[in-house]
């Protein structure tokens, strides 16, 4: 996980938004994702997005990647007590099929 | 579809004790990998597979083997417990082409004293 970076603990409250940052160090990767971890479960991808894209939204999601400066940021929109739990970017360098994950940021949304 | 299953989901080992954590895939997937999941240290690949007969090392491989006969199984096999090896593990599974996720399985806590 060293080649990819997150801050470790983000808190906000009820119904702000949230951004979650990264950077990571392989220019050819050729996806970006993001996974969420709820309590006790294993890892659901989220969202990702193509290394030629800029940005993608999905309903309350925005992710925005910054090739130049190898940054990736997720913003939750109206976030919510279920929205709790720790995000983990991704990313897949030399085109792999197996990626490198970051050390996962935990977000805490509280009332 | 039961996705990604592994069990089982809680093992305590003495140390010095081998054992096989199982995973297995009904989405006929040819690419395999085993994680662990430490505090503060994300995610850590231990062993992954491309295919049918094919494993390959990944980060931290040391202490643990693996093979994959079928393309549904990939267990992981620890030869000697140890404390250092106390973590949740993760199975995950992708099919073969690119931008598809990785399919994760619900983990297996243990813990070796």
């Known amino acids: 996980g060293e080649d990819v970076e997150q801050s470790l603990f983000l808190s906000v409250r009820e119904g702000d938004s949230s951004v979650i940052n990264c950077t990571y160090t392989?220019?050819?990767?050729?996806?970006l994702y993001w996974y969420k971890q709820e309590p006790g479960a294993g890892l659901q991808l989220l969202t990702y997005i193509f290394s030629n894209m800029d940005m993608k939204q999905d309903q309350r999601l925005t992710v925005l990647l910054n090739k130049k400066d190898k940054h990736l940021s997720l913003r939750i929109a109206d976030t919510q007590t279920g929205d709790s739990a720790i995000y983990f970017c991704?990313?897949?360098?030399?085109?792999?099929?197996?990626?490198?994950f970051g050390r996962g940021t935990s977000l805490i949304v509280h009332p | 579809n039961a996705g990604v299953t592994q069990t089982p989901k809680f093992q305590v080992l003495k140390t010095g004790q081998s054992m096989t954590l199982q995973c297995a895939q009904d989405?006929?997937?040819?690419?395999m990998s085993w994680y662990r999941q430490d505090p503060g240290m994300g995610l850590r690949l231990i062993h992954y597979s491309v295919g049918a007969g094919i494993t390959d090392q990944g980060e931290v491989p040391n202490g643990y083997n693996v093979s994959r006969s079928t393309t549904e199984d990939f267990p992981l096999r620890l030869l000697s417990a140890a404390p250092s090896q106390t973590s949740v593990y993760f199975c995950?599974?992708?099919?073969?082409?690119?931008?598809?996720?990785?399919?994760f399985g619900p983990g297996t806590r243990l813990t070796v004293l």
């Open positions: 991704a990313e897949n360098p030399g085109g792999s099929y197996i990626p490198t």
């Open positions: 989405m006929n997937h040819e690419y």
């Open positions: 392989d220019s050819s990767s050729t996806y």
């Open positions: 995950a599974s992708r099919p073969a082409g690119g931008g598809d996720t990785q399919y």
